[in-house]
């Protein structure tokens, strides 16, 4: 079940997002169109569905090396600097994507909150960006 969940997992996650996207983008020109209606909630999830089909559509193309690439380079070059090519490649994507400061900053709050909730302190509710 597990080797299917990693094969499948963004496939069907993406089927789900994309669905949800064209049922409420499609419900929400019905309702402006017939009942000059529209509701908040309904462009919300319209934003929010496309956002995560970008990051699931991202972790799809990493998975299968699907990313744009100049790959001509690795006809010419030894099967060991294609590996050392892909290694570097990968890690110039986690920098360029940001996902590296992102995870940094989730595990600093998981070890926060989880040191927050043994000690039986208030949780950290943040601080205000803009006041």
């Known amino acids: ?8 997992a963004e496939r069907w996650a993406l089927l789900i997002f994309y669905t949800m996207l064209v049922a409420t983008m499609v419900v929400e020109v019905l309702r402006r169109e017939i009942f000059s209606y529209s509701s908040i ?16 559509g991202a972790s799809a193309a990493v998975r299968e090396r699907a ?30 994507i ?5 995870t940094f900053r989730l595990l600093q709050s998981l070890f926060r909150d989880f040191s927050d909730f043994a000690a039986k302190r208030p949780p950290y509710e943040g601080e205000r960006l803009f006041d």
């Open 1 to 8: 079940m597990l080797k299917s969940i990693d094969k499948n």
């Open 41 to 56: 909630w309904g462009e919300e999830i319209v934003r929010y569905s496309f956002i995560y089909l970008a990051w699931i």
């Open 67 to 96: 990313h744009i690439r100049i790959d001509v380079i690795f006809n010419y070059v030894p099967e060991r600097m294609v590996a050392l090519l892909y290694i570097f490649g990968d890690l110039v994507m986690l920098a360029v």
């Open 98 to 102: 940001g996902f590296a400061l992102m």
